[in-house]
């Protein structure tokens, strides 16, 4: 049932796409709704192999003259439930939950990060009376999971001299510019023989409780990494005890601090009480480095069957030297950039074993060009080092902040005369389409601002039913002062 909740046209329609799953590489069927609604409308529209849509808006009557305007956001959304949920994300739509000033989701991701901006474009797209330019409304996929979307824009299929990005999360703030960045995988050859049988007895290790978050936003709060962390405490192990190891991983996503790892080692009976007091005593030695900022760190370890394999010590020695000796979280600040910015920065983010190499896929970022290059010459050169293979891939490019430009002067003061507030300018340690379609449209000049959406890709994601309504009035108002 849709919500009666104001500004009702947006909500109508954000209503309308949260019933069609749209989950980053399901986005066909709420691509084909967009060209639909579009040519419904009378507009013209264009959809890609990427199911990219591009969507042309005429300017309304004695707007025909304004400069032309790109507003742009991602369809597909992050699909995140709780444990008890049974919510499939293939075909069921998403259940509205109004709490006081704030929508949400029943047990789910609400898909606000980016369902906001694409029903605010559908909105000014059903109100012929709004006043605008010639407009061109580009609703990208698979932003979530890697901008496949944004890389796949043509510059040749857009023409407006602004984009308005939708895809900012807080209101009042505009973001300006981003972090490029790329991904190394390491690759450490699995090798496995069967245990020997001193070592009788097993443990399973485990790092929990910690809180990771996404690798840019929140690689500035020094979270602690489980992946280093369960290293670290397999080197402590070694320099009193040896053991063997049958499986290490940990790391779910490219783009999430890892918050869980594990691992089963196989120990000598005579070792068992000693081992099991020392990782309690290493539990509390990393609760207290990580307070407060993961206050809840923890090793849970609990006794399990000996396995028959084990890894290979050159396996395990190159795994444990990598993964302590790597760079990890912040590797230097911003010194131009507004605000407390992380300038450089990595993620140890996922170990897993493959067919015949335990992977380490590891996420840099930076606004530096060179300063990205040279991190990435120390993950590379320390795998040469130790005699294992990297490979460096998806690469994506910086928005690079271009301060004074006519549309940051113009869209700052029509935020103050609406609202009364200061705006804030930043710019963000992540990966945004801006820096994509940057490339493709050089000439652009272009800006991120949206409503405040609270824990995105999470089943507590929520929106401000009041901060839509603001900002929702002053994109109509962007659009109709923009000069």
């Not at 990435?376 to 320390?382: E, S, W």
Request: charged content about 20%; some cysteine; overall charge negative.
């Amino acid at each position: 049932m849709k919500p009666s909740i104001q500004p009702q046209a947006v909500f109508d329609k954000f209503y309308d796409i949260d019933q069609i799953p749209r989950g980053s590489g399901n986005e066909k069927a709420i691509s084909d709704y967009l060209v639909a609604f579009a040519k419904d409308h009378g507009y013209e529209a264009k959809q890609d192999s990427e199911n990219n849509v591009i969507i042309k808006v005429p300017a309304t009557k004695g707007y025909e003259s304004a400069p032309s305007v790109i507003l742009q956001g991602h369809m597909d959304m992050v699909c995140e439930k709780t444990p008890e949920s049974t919510h499939d994300f293939t075909k069921d739509p998403i259940e509205f939950v109004v709490d006081g000033d704030w929508l949400k989701a029943k047990d789910t991701t609400l898909g606000a990060d980016d369902g906001m901006a694409v029903a605010m474009m559908l909105a000014i797209m059903d109100d012929p009376s709004i006043p605008h330019g010639p407009m061109e409304c580009l609703i990208t996929t698979n932003e979530e999971t890697g901008m496949n979307g944004a890389i796949a824009v043509k510059g040749s299929d857009l023409s407006g001299k602004y984009l308005l990005n939708l895809d900012s999360e807080d209101e009042g703030e505009f973001t300006i510019g981003c972090a490029g960045g790329c991904h190394v995988e390491i690759g450490i050859p699995l090798l496995r023989e069967n245990r020997n049988h001193t070592y009788n007895k097993a443990f399973h290790i485990s790092v929990e409780g910690l809180l990771g978050g996404h690798s840019g936003m929140e690689i500035v709060k020094q979270r602690a990494n489980a992946n280093q962390i369960l290293a670290r405490t397999l080197y402590e192990m070694h320099k009193s005890y040896s053991f063997q190891t049958a499986s290490f991983s940990g790391g779910t996503k490219h783009n999430a601090i890892p918050r869980q790892a594990e691992t089963v080692i196989a120990v000598k009976e005579v070792d068992f009480d000693a081992i099991k007091n020392l990782l309690a005593h290493l539990s509390q030695v990393y609760q207290q480095e990580f307070t407060p900022q993961d206050a809840g760190l923890t090793l849970s370890v609990k006794e399990v069957e000996a396995p028959d394999l084990v890894y290979a010590d050159d396996t395990v020695e190159a795994l444990v030297a990598y993964l302590i000796l790597a760079p990890n979280g912040v590797y230097s600040m911003s010194q131009t950039l507004p605000g407390n910015i992380v300038e450089t920065s990595n993620n140890l983010a996922i170990v897993q074993e493959k067919q015949n190499f335990i992977s380490i896929l590891i996420s840099t970022r930076s606004s530096s060009k060179s300063s990205l290059d040279f991190l990435v010459t120390k993950l590379t050169g320390l795998a040469e080092v130790l005699g294992i293979s990297s490979r460096v891939s998806d690469g994506y490019p910086a928005w690079e902040y271009q301060p004074g430009s006519d549309l940051e002067k113009q869209v700052l003061a029509i935020y103050k005369k609406v609202t009364g507030k200061e705006p804030i300018l930043n710019s963000v340690h992540a990966g945004l389409e801006c820096g994509l379609l940057k490339e493709q449209l050089p000439d652009t000049q272009m800006i991120s601002f949206g409503p405040t959406v609270q824990h995105p890709h999470t089943p507590q994601e929520r929106v401000s039913i009041s901060s839509v309504d603001r900002m929702y009035t002053f994109l109509l108002t962007v659009l109709k002062e923009l000069k």
